[in-house]
């Protein structure tokens, strides 16, 4: 259920030892991800502590770019009542990222163009072979393991 209430952006402060930074290029593109698509904030919440943010401080100087002056609540998450530890594991793991690309499959639904002007570093995407890019169906069935037999021995092997 969506809470339509607001809160006004000057009511919650940047942390002043926040570890995390943002160079003017990529502050770009988080701002203009903002301008684009602010329902995302409800998803990526800027996790504040007493009125302190823990997680999220570049997410507050890009709305306050785009002259935002109040927000969602729901754009922001109460974790005063979690224990220290927690919180300065969340201001690390926050920035995180875990996954990795699979460059073929970017390529094949996405065009150069759009990951980049969502922000995404493509600097990845010069290395990928167009020519060789084999389909989904093909890399199930190129991937699956065949059963062979030595014609000498007759014992069965996976290859």
């Not at 935002?68 to 969340?90: L, M, Q």
């Not at 990795?100 to 759009?114: A, F, N, R, T, V």
């Amino acid at each position: 259920m969506k809470n339509n209430r607001m809160i006004k952006l000057n009511t919650i402060q940047l942390n002043t030892n926040n570890p995390r930074f943002i160079k003017d290029d990529k502050f770009k593109k988080l701002v203009e991800s903002i301008k684009r698509d602010p329902e995302f904030m409800e998803t990526h919440q800027i996790g504040v502590k007493n009125g302190v943010i823990m997680a999220g401080n570049m997410r507050y100087r890009a709305l306050q770019q785009l002259n935002y002056t109040e927000i969602p609540n729901d754009w922001i998450k109460d974790i005063s009542k979690w224990p220290d530890d927690k919180i300065r594991r969340y201001v690390v793991v926050d920035n995180l990222g875990y996954g990795e690309w699979d460059w073929d499959l970017l390529s094949e639904q996405y065009e150069k163009e759009e990951l980049e002007d969502w922000g995404m570093n493509v600097d990845k995407w010069g290395d990928i072979d167009f020519e060789n890019i084999r389909s989904n169906e093909d890399r199930e069935t190129k991937d699956k393991k065949q059963l062979v037999t030595c014609p000498n021995c007759g014992k069965t092997f996976e290859v």
